[in-house]
C-alpha cells in the first residue's frame, strides 16, 4: 500500500520515461514499432514495450541477446493465451489459430522501464539498439 501512496509520482515517471524512449527510437519508424497510445487512453506504461520489424535487421531474439551483452536486460512476451499449455490441459485453444498474436509475441520485446531508470540509461539503451540494427 506504500506504493499507492507514490502512484502519481511513478505513472509520472514511467510516462517520462517512455516519451524519452519515443523520441529516441523514431527515427527506426518501420524497423522498430513504438507502444501506441489512443487519444482517449493514458497508458501508465507499467512495462515499456516495442515490436522489432522485418526490417530491423536482426529478429528479437538476436536482439536480446546483442543487447544482453551490452548489459542491458530484456525480456520476451508474454505466451499468447492460445499457446499456454495449463488451457491446453483444459482443453481450451486446442487446434485454435491465431497468427497475429503469435506474431506480435515473436516480435515484442520489453525495455527497461522502472522508475529508478534515468536518462542516461535510456539513452545508452536506445543508442544500442539503434547500433545494432545499423550493423545488421
Known amino acids: 500500500l ?8 511513478f505513472v509520472s515517471k514511467r510516462r517520462s520515461n517512455a ?10 519508424e518501420g ?5 501506441p497510445e489512443a487519444p482517449w487512453a493514458k497508458s501508465v506504461y507499467w512495462m515499456y514495450c516495442i515490436l522489432i520489424g522485418n526490417e530491423f535487421g536482426v529478429g528479437r531474439d538476436e536482439l536480446v541477446e546483442e543487447l544482453k ?6 525480456r520476451t512476451f508474454f505466451i ?5 499449455p495449463a488451457f491446453h490441459k ?8 491465431y497468427p497475429i498474436a503469435d506474431e506480435i509475441a515473436q516480435k515484442g520485446l ?3 522501464s522502472g522508475v529508478n531508470l ?8 536506445s543508442s544500442a539498439i539503434k547500433e545494432i540494427g545499423v550493423r545488421k
Do not use: C, W
Open 2 to 9: 506504500a506504493q499507492l501512496e507514490r502512484i502519481d509520482e
Open 19 to 28: 516519451k524519452l524512449y519515443n523520441s529516441l527510437l523514431s527515427e527506426l
Open 31 to 35: 524497423k522498430v514499432i513504438l507502444p
Open 69 to 74: 551483452t551490452m548489459g542491458i536486460e530484456t
Open 80 to 84: 499468447p493465451m492460445h499457446r499456454q
Open 90 to 97: 483444459l482443453g481450451v485453444f486446442n487446434d485454435e489459430n
Open 110 to 112: 520489453y525495455l527497461p
Open 118 to 125: 534515468t536518462d542516461e540509461q535510456i539513452n545508452y539503451i
